[in-house]
C-alpha cells in the first residue's frame, strides 16, 4: 500500500514539473513573493526632512502607467518627533507623494501631493503581462506573472561625459542575462557586474550626446533623462610605449588613444616634451629628462578641446 502511495506521488510530481517544463515556468517562478511597494527610508526623509525613530508608511498602488508600463501608487509618509521635557508637544510631520517603481519594486519617481489622493485600499489589477498590482492592509504589492522578464531600466551613466573608448559605469534595474549594451545606435562591449550595475566601453563616436540603453530577453531599456551620455572631443591615452626610459631623456615614445588631430601639448608629469601627431590616434613623443630615475609621472595630451584624463594607462617611468 505504502508502495503504491509513493509511486503515485512521484507520477504526480512527473507531471506537474513536465506542465511546468512545457509552459517555460519553474515551481520557483511560479511561486515568486510579491513584492511590497515603498518609499526608500532615504527618500523619504529627503520629503519630510524629518525622521524621528523611523517613518512609516502606507502605500497604495494605482494603476500601470499607460506610457512607461510600471506600477503607480501613492504613499503617505509620517513621522511623530517628541518636544522632550515635561508638557512638551510632540509634532507630527506627514506628506502625501505621487510614485512610480519599476517591475523589480525600485522606486522610479516621486512627487509630492498638495492634497491627499482619493485610494482604493482593496485595488487588484493586472497588466497584458498578468503581472498584479494590488493594495493589502494599507500596503502596495506587485506580483510578478510567472515567466515575464522586465526590461531593464537605465537610471544613471557615470561619467555621463568622456571620450570615445573610456569605461563607462551604468546604474539600473533587470541587468541580469543583458544581452546588448548601445550608445545611440552603436554597440558597445560590457561586463554586466550585477543586477543593478554594468560597466561597459564608450564605442568609437566623436561627438555628440546619445542614450545608453541595455537590452535582455525581456526588452529594450525606455529612454529617459537619466541615460544621457556626451561624447567629448578631449584626447584619451590607451597606451604608452616604452613606458620607461632613462632619466637623460631622449628616448621616442608612442602614444596611442584618440583625439589627438590638433594636439598643442605633451608633458611627462607636467615637464614639456617634443612631440609630432602621426594620426588621430598616434603621438610619437621625446621623453624630457627627468629629474631622477625610479620616478613615475602620468602623460598629458593637451588639445583645445581640454587635456586628457589620468589613467593607469598613461604612466611613465624613469629609470638609469
Known amino acids: 500500500m505504502r508502495a503504491t502511495l509513493g509511486r503515485r506521488m512521484m507520477v504526480a510530481a512527473a507531471t506537474a514539473a513536465t506542465v511546468l517544463g512545457l509552459i517555460g515556468l519553474t515551481s520557483t517562478t511560479a511561486s515568486a513573493a510579491p513584492i511590497s511597494l515603498l518609499v526608500p527610508q532615504s527618500t523619504a526623509f529627503v520629503i519630510l526632512g524629518h525622521s524621528c525613530g523611523g517613518i512609516h508608511e502606507k502605500a497604495y498602488g494605482s494603476a500601470f502607467d499607460a506610457t512607461s508600463g510600471y506600477p503607480d501608487g501613492n504613499v503617505y509618509l509620517w513621522t511623530t518627533c517628541s518636544a522632550g521635557g515635561r508638557g ?17 519594486g525600485a522606486l522610479v519617481s516621486y512627487a509630492a501631493l498638495t492634497q491627499a489622493p482619493t485610494v482604493d485600499p482593496t485595488l487588484s489589477v493586472f497588466d497584458s503581462y498578468g503581472n498584479n498590482l494590488y493594495n493589502k492592509l494599507n500596503l502596495a504589492y506587485l506580483a510578478i506573472a510567472p515567466g515575464f522578464v522586465p526590461a531593464p531600466r537605465v537610471a544613471g551613466v557615470s561619467p555621463s561625459s568622456a571620450p570615445q573608448g573610456s569605461t ?99 608633458s611627462f608629469g607636467g615637464i614639456p616634451a617634443a612631440f609630432s601627431v602621426s594620426d588621430d590616434t598616434s603621438i610619437i613623443a621625446i621623453s624630457p629628462p627627468g629629474p631622477d630615475s625610479g620616478i613615475t609621472v602620468d602623460v598629458t595630451v593637451t588639445s583645445p578641446d581640454g587635456s586628457s584624463a589620468i589613467t593607469v594607462f598613461d604612466r611613465f617611468t624613469w629609470i638609469n
Open 88 to 104: 512638551g508637544h510632540s509634532t507630527t510631520y506627514s506628506a502625501w507623494v505621487a510614485t512610480t517603481w519599476d517591475f523589480t
Open 168 to 266: 563607462v559605469t551604468i546604474t539600473g534595474t533587470g541587468f541580469t542575462g543583458a544581452s546588448a549594451v548601445s550608445f545611440g545606435t552603436n554597440a558597445s562591449s560590457f561586463i554586466v557586474n550585477s543586477d543593478t550595475s554594468i560597466s561597459a566601453t564608450a564605442p568609437a563616436v566623436l561627438s555628440g550626446t546619445v542614450d545608453v540603453i541595455v537590452t535582455n530577453s525581456g526588452g529594450t531599456s525606455p529612454v529617459n533623462a537619466s541615460d544621457q551620455f556626451t561624447f567629448t572631443p578631449a584626447p584619451r591615452l590607451s597606451s604608452i610605449s616604452p613606458n620607461q626610459a632613462t632619466a637623460d631623456g631622449g628616448t621616442s615614445i608612442t602614444i596611442t588613444g584618440v583625439n589627438f588631430t590638433g594636439a598643442t601639448g605633451v
